[in-house]
């Protein structure tokens, strides 16, 4: 099941607010292309995204490999209109393997009902699940599948992909300043460059 994340990285507000623009077209273009896309996750801040996670069906890999990479956005700073940088970056993965966790890692799981959009079956059944994994905190909520069975197994999947990304954040933080680490997103070979007037 391909994950895919938009990301900010540890860049400044534009960033976040490169990342809502970048959903943006990414949804426009799924349309395009009538790409069904899952929301699993949305980190919002004030300013738009830090991060987004999306679930897409493996039949679409292809298309989903073009959204892969470095995205530049051109536009003035609303936030800083006095700033000279102009050109702002977010940083697109496909996670397309399935993440495992260690045997004896324990997750404490708890069913819950869906909540938003979704018609007549949402709220019916307490099909979503709430899965926190006690070693280290981390907590997720997943509504995107009908049945617990199906949601307790993407719940370990994203559990899994976060620890793998918190090891790696702490890896990265060991080896270089923080200033080097807003170097994560690849800048000057972006995939795709948009300009916002």
Request: a positive charge; glycine letters at 4%; one cysteine or more.
């Amino acid at each position: 099941m391909p994950i895919l994340q938009l990301s900010a990285a540890k860049g400044p507000a534009e960033c976040e607010q490169a990342v809502k623009y970048s959903f943006e077209e990414l949804l426009k273009d799924a349309k395009k292309h009538q790409i069904e896309i899952t929301i699993l996750e949305k980190t919002e801040t004030v300013y738009g995204y830090s991060s987004i996670l999306l679930q897409l069906d493996q039949a679409h890999l292809i298309w989903t490999k073009t959204w892969c990479g470095t995205i530049q956005w051109t536009f003035q700073s609303k936030i800083r209109p006095n700033h000279k940088r102009k050109n702002w970056f977010v940083g697109i993965r496909l996670f397309d393997d399935p993440q495992t966790l260690p045997e004896n890692d324990s997750i404490v799981f708890q069913a819950c009902r869906a909540s938003g959009a979704g018609g007549q079956h949402v709220n019916t059944t307490d099909s979503a699940i709430h899965a926190t994994h006690i070693a280290s905190g981390i907590s997720v909520k997943v509504m995107s599948e009908r049945s617990q069975h199906a949601n307790k197994r993407l719940a370990k999947e994203l559990i899994a992909l976060k620890l793998a990304q918190k090891l790696e954040h702490a890896h990265a933080d060991n080896k270089q300043a923080m200033h080097q680490q807003h170097a994560m997103i690849e800048r000057g070979n972006p995939i795709r460059s948009y300009k916002k007037i």
